[in-house]
């Protein structure tokens, strides 16, 4: 037995393998450092860590069936909060949510609540264990808008109270951003993604899949002509950001989105694919969150020296902790308190470099974080050939526009209730990024929870 004040370590590839393949980085745990780390866990009576998560899963519950090697209880367990339980525990900022309120935590290192997740739905689908569909349909229709975390996690939930659901898909695959936008080396899209959204389907859910709304068919169609009782919005924030400087229309400069989704989807991961992506020497990615470190991390996979842009300092980084030590252990170069001003092109109008300004912190800015402030006279010019802008997403206003009725706030994010995704419009729901702007998959997943409960209310009402 190890030291119970710290967590079983979890074993990973190699910094310098790792940076050349897309094989997931993380390894998990095994049975036996499962049941060890389980044992950690004090079982509170008032477990803080199911308050801290946004899905409710009955944290203490399932790690005690851990503890009792009952791996399918655990499975059980969590499957009656969760429909992506696989998912969660790779890519869920656990560390700011139930880690985060984990008693062990207070004196030692908290349980390592999403890496046994991770074990127990891995456990799961290698042993052909799935969650249980309602005993029977209802009756009443629902349509669900993207089939990312949020309009998953809402059609497994009505699923199982007997809901007889449809999902409609803009792209050819689903998963929304776990499958265009997560690269392969954070969550495997074979193995993992594809089997979670076989197990929504196992419970009686349908999936569309090139089906656009608000082109294809409009919200207010799918009511009146499809036959739907209610609508749930989960489409997402597809729509990148860019800084509006000199230069940024050039051959060589991507959006996060764009990049990450010709990796994914395209499969440039993969030798035997010949994807229209390019494979620079040298490229530049400006942001600090996560998606920032998938598509720095994913560019040095395929060759390129990287240098992460940020204008604050490494403080103020928005990405997980984890992501940055990974990015910084596989060679990722953190250029801090740094801010492009103009992307350089030659007479081709392809990128050959930036020019950047040094930055300094001054005082807190509405967001609480010290606000950044140019250096006169600072700036410097560094080459690159290609730059990716991962500066954030907002909703696409397709939806939006297409909908009478739906009322959006200024960022073009549809307006909802947190409690039950109630919108303006009766029987229309939404919830995730479609609402919030860019999060992460657990808020988004704990939207379409509410979003599913909302409905319910609404069409049991309704036929009351």
Not at 292 to 298: C, S
Not at 357 to 385: H, K, N, Q, Y
Not at 428 to 438: C, E, I, K, N, P
């Amino acid at each position: 037995m190890g030291d119970i004040m710290k967590k079983v370590p979890v074993r990973e590839q190699e910094p310098k393998v790792r940076a050349t393949n897309f094989d997931e980085v993380c390894l998990g745990y095994n049975e036996e450092e499962a049941v060890e780390e389980a044992k950690r866990c004090l079982n509170c009576k008032n477990a803080k860590c199911i308050q801290g998560c946004p899905v409710n899963i009955h944290i203490n519950e399932f790690i005690a069936k851990v503890k009792e090697n009952d791996f399918a209880g655990a499975y059980e367990v969590i499957s009656q909060s969760s429909a992506l339980p696989a998912v969660c525990g790779r890519v869920c900022p656990q560390e700011t949510q139930c880690e985060g309120r984990c008693i062990r935590g207070i004196k030692g290192e908290a349980v390592s609540i999403g890496k046994l997740e991770r074990f127990v739905a891995d456990w799961a689908r290698e042993n052909g264990i799935k969650p249980t569909p309602a005993a029977e349909k209802n009756g009443h229709r629902v349509a669900i808008v993207g089939s990312g975390p949020a309009g998953l996690t809402c059609a497994g939930d009505l699923a199982r109270l007997g809901y007889d659901v449809t999902i409609f898909e803009a792209l050819h695959k689903a998963g929304g951003v776990l499958s265009y936008g997560i690269p392969e080396f954070r969550l495997p899209k074979d193995a993992v993604v594809a089997k979670e959204v076989e197990n929504v389907k196992g419970l009686g859910v349908k999936i569309e899949t090139d089906v656009i709304i608000g082109r294809t068919l409009s919200v207010d169609e799918l009511l009146t002509k499809e036959g739907f009782e209610a609508v749930f919005i989960g489409s997402g924030a597809g729509l990148p950001m860019f800084m509006g400087i000199p230069g940024e229309n050039a051959n060589g400069v991507f959006s996060a989105n764009e990049y990450l989704t010709r990796n994914n989807l395209m499969k440039a991961f993969r030798d035997d694919y010949d994807t229209p992506i390019y494979k620079a020497k040298k490229v530049v990615v400006v942001g600090g969150g996560n998606v920032a470190m998938d598509a720095a991390r994913t560019a040095l996979r395929l060759g390129a020296e990287v240098h992460l842009v940020y204008r604050r300092s490494e403080a103020e980084l928005p990405a997980r902790a984890e992501e940055v030590h990974h990015a910084k252990e596989e060679g990722i170069i953190f250029d801090l308190l740094t801010n492009p001003v103009e992307i350089l092109t030659d007479e081709n109008e392809n990128v050959r470099g930036i020019r950047c300004v040094r930055m300094e912190l001054g005082e807190p800015d509405a967001s609480g974080r010290r606000r950044p402030v140019a250096i006169e006279g600072s700036e410097f010019e560094t080459e690159c050939d290609a730059v990716i802008m991962s500066l954030g997403t907002s909703p696409n206003p397709l939806i939006s526009s297409t909908t009478v009725g739906l009322d959006i706030n200024r960022r073009k994010c549809i307006i909802a209730s947190e409690e039950d995704g109630k919108t303006s419009k009766e029987g229309v729901y939404a919830g995730g990024d479609a609402v919030t702007g860019a999060a992460t998959v657990i808020l988004a997943m704990g939207a379409g929870k509410a979003g599913a409960k909302g409905i319910d209310e609404f069409i049991k009402s309704k036929n009351a």
